[in-house]
Nanobody, 123 residues
Framework: QVQLEESGGGLAQVGGSLRLSCAAS????????MAWFRQAPGKEREFVATITGSGVTYYGDSVKGRFTISRENADNTVYLQMNSLESEDTAVYYCAARRSARAAMTSPLYDYWGQGTQVTVSS
C-alpha cells in the first residue's frame, strides 16, 4: 500500500505562487507515475499534471506554462510549483500515484490518492 500526503496549500493572491508537496510512504514510488488533479466546488475532478518515473511530464491545457511538476525520488516526494495563479485555480488539489510506467491523464487510472489540500486564490 502507498499513502500520499499533500501539503503546501493555502491562500494566495492572483498572480502569486504556491508550491505543493506530496510525500509518499509505505513503499517507494520511484517507478510510479505521479500526478496532480484538482476539483473545484460543483465541478468534476480535473487533470493538472503528471510525471513519469523517468521525468517525462504532461500538463493540462489550463495550467501549461504556469505550473511545473517535479519529483525527488530520493525523498519519495512530488512537487507542484504554481506560478501566475488565477482565481480559476481555486480548488482542492489531490496527489495521485499509478502503478505503471505509462503516463495517464484520467483519474480512474490512478491507484492511490491523497486526502487533498485546499488552494484558494483571491484578488
Amino acid at each position: 500500500q502507498v499513502q500520499l500526503e499533500e501539503s503546501g496549500g493555502g491562500l494566495a493572491q492572483v498572480g502569486g505562487s504556491l508550491r505543493l508537496s506530496c510525500a509518499a510512504s509505505g513503499r517507494t514510488t520511484n517507478s510510479y507515475v505521479m500526478a496532480w488533479f484538482r476539483q473545484a466546488p460543483g465541478k468534476e475532478r480535473e487533470f493538472v499534471a503528471t510525471i513519469t518515473g523517468s521525468g517525462v511530464t504532461y500538463y493540462g491545457d489550463s495550467v501549461k506554462g504556469r505550473f511545473t511538476i517535479s519529483r525527488e525520488n530520493a525523498d519519495n516526494t512530488v512537487y507542484l510549483q504554481m506560478n501566475s495563479l488565477e482565481s480559476e485555480d481555486t480548488a482542492v488539489y489531490y496527489c495521485a500515484a499509478r502503478r505503471s510506467a505509462r503516463a495517464a491523464m484520467t483519474s480512474p487510472l490512478y491507484d492511490y490518492w491523497g486526502q487533498g489540500t485546499q488552494v484558494t486564490v483571491s484578488s
